[in-house]
């Protein structure tokens, strides 16, 4: 991998930095931002449903009418950059609110605007490295996303730590909380900055009208496509299964059974949201090196 690729490359990973600082802060907090608005541990499972369904249906057709675009500011760049606006405009907004279904509202768009913006922006490693350095491009991404989720998972604790308060008044988020969202939307905005300022896309060809996955009506590539793809999708329901059950759960719980908290409004809450999120920060985040570590302990590129 050149230099000037090596470059290329981080300037590819900045964005998402501070697009994991968002979602470790949301995945950290969430639950901690809907109890604190009134809505009991029952109901926290549906209201976490705004992720995997805007993840769902927004990713792909994001991802595939970024495909077939083109014009003079690029194939991705149009997408990234109305996206990460609506994510800046959301982080903003999401601490802020003062009723539950106020956050409800906002936490779907926030969720709907950070698939549409994962979409394109993982796409632009295959639209502008070689071929022969796009795996350690996506590689350099990942260890971006692990960082940026440790940190988006750590970002409350350290604010607490510094002398924000992080015991939450009825009706209200948490000083730390709120602070640390809106630490995420500069985040996002100087990241997602960042790249677009930095990385040049090439002169964007439309996609070929005789491609098996993007001609209508033709499904022999969507078949061969599911048939190597089986086992990772189901890789990626059992983990992502009990990675909800953690983001959803792990703070009331650890709460109430360790520190005896009975109100999200007492200091015995707070201390839970501290632990949890302690442990979830470097399960969320230090995975995330794994890939490109892995591939200078095997000898390869990076």
């Not at 979602?23 to 926290?44: E, H, K, M, N, T």
Request: charged residues 10%; glycine residues 12%; aromatic residues 10%.
């Amino acid at each position: 991998m050149g230099t000037s690729v090596r470059i290329k490359g981080l300037d590819l990973s900045v964005g998402y930095l501070g697009l994991q600082i968002a979602f470790g802060i949301q995945s950290a907090s969430l639950s901690r931002v809907f109890q604190g608005l009134g809505a009991s541990v029952d109901q926290l499972a549906m209201l976490w449903l705004a992720g995997p369904v805007t993840g769902l249906l927004v990713q792909p057709v994001v991802g595939a009418i970024s495909d077939r675009h083109g014009g003079r500011f690029g194939r991705r760049r149009p997408y990234i950059l109305v996206s990460a606006l609506l994510v800046i405009a959301a982080l903003a907004a999401l601490p802020m609110a003062t009723s539950l279904m106020g956050a409800v509202v906002v936490v779907w768009g926030l969720e709907a605007a950070m698939n549409a913006l994962h979409a394109p922006y993982r796409a632009l490693v295959a639209d502008t490295l070689p071929p022969g350095d796009q795996a350690s491009g996506y590689a350099m991404q990942t260890v971006f996303i692990g960082l940026g989720a440790l940190a988006g998972a750590c970002a409350p604790i350290l604010l607490a730590w510094g002398g924000w308060s992080n015991v939450a008044q009825p009706g209200q988020t948490a000083l730390s909380i709120r602070v640390a969202f809106l630490a995420a939307a500069l985040a996002v905005a100087l990241s997602v900055g960042w790249t677009i300022a930095r990385v040049r896309e090439p002169v964007a060809a439309r996609a070929p009208q005789h491609d098996p996955l993007v001609r209508p009506g033709h499904w022999t590539g969507f078949a061969t496509l599911w048939r190597a793809l089986r086992p990772v999708a189901a890789i990626q329901f059992l983990s992502w299964f009990g990675l909800y059950l953690l983001w959803v759960y792990a703070t009331p719980v650890v709460a109430a059974q360790l520190y005896g908290a009975t109100s999200p409004f007492d200091a015995a809450y707070a201390r839970g949201r501290t632990l949890s999120g302690s442990c979830s920060g470097p399960i969320t985040g230090w995975p995330g090196c794994l890939p490109f570590c892995c591939r200078g302990c095997s000898g390869g590129s990076g």
